[in-house]
């Protein structure tokens, strides 16, 4: 015997279901997940030129232009990294020996008549990003994000975790950054 269901039926059904399985995601990402847009934001600066999150703990690391006395750029060391503990009240630390080993950055001069550099991640030296000076005389940090040349904004790292909760080896990289040719938000995750 086969039961018939009207289509107001069968669309009600669904969509009860539908929205129980929204509500599931929303409640399982909220509760379990690391979701990277919950995170704190540091303050944007003229000198903050991206920052980088982790799947470990809210406390973000930022890389910063690093000038001299008189505002110019430190040709021999142009970006200041450091964190900003959002666990921890929001406090400005050093990274340690083996943190800056992890997450600090290599610069090379690229160019030294308009001051522009090559950087890398110390521990990921897969994509360049470049540091370049823009028209309004400030600078930014470029790197091809999707297969376009983007402003770096903030990178989110998922780590894999040993027993006692501390990361032992990252999975990805997911990178953000905004498009040079349309201003458009751009995106691509990279595997580690």
């Not at 107001?8 to 997940?33: D, E, M, P, W």
């Not at 430190?74 to 080993?101: T, Y």
């Not at 110390?122 to 983007?150: P, Q, S």
Request: charge should be positive; proline fraction near 3%.
């Amino acid at each position: 015997m086969f039961l018939r269901l009207s289509s107001a039926a069968i669309k009600s059904i669904f969509l009860s279901r539908y929205f129980a399985f929204l509500s599931i995601l929303l409640v399982s990402n909220l509760c379990f997940g690391n979701n990277h847009e919950s995170y704190p934001v540091p303050q944007k600066t003229n000198k903050l030129l991206f920052y980088l999150q982790r799947s470990h703990n809210k406390n973000t690391i930022v890389y910063e232009l690093n000038t001299l006395a008189d505002g110019t750029i430190d040709v021999k060391n142009p970006i200041k990294v450091s964190w900003i503990r959002f666990e921890e009240g929001g406090k400005r630390a050093e990274l340690s020996f083996i943190q800056r080993r992890a997450f600090g950055v290599k610069c090379r001069l690229a160019d030294k008549s308009d001051n522009s550099f090559i950087v890398q991640f110390n521990n990921f030296n897969k994509r360049d990003i470049r540091l370049v000076k823009t028209a309004t005389g400030t600078y930014c940090a470029l790197m091809k994000i999707d297969n376009e040349t983007a402003e770096l904004e903030d990178v989110y790292i998922k780590a894999e975790n040993n027993a006692i909760g501390l990361p032992i080896s990252f999975k990805y990289m997911d990178v953000y950054g905004i498009s040079q040719k349309d201003r458009k938000p751009v995106y691509e995750r990279i595997t580690l």
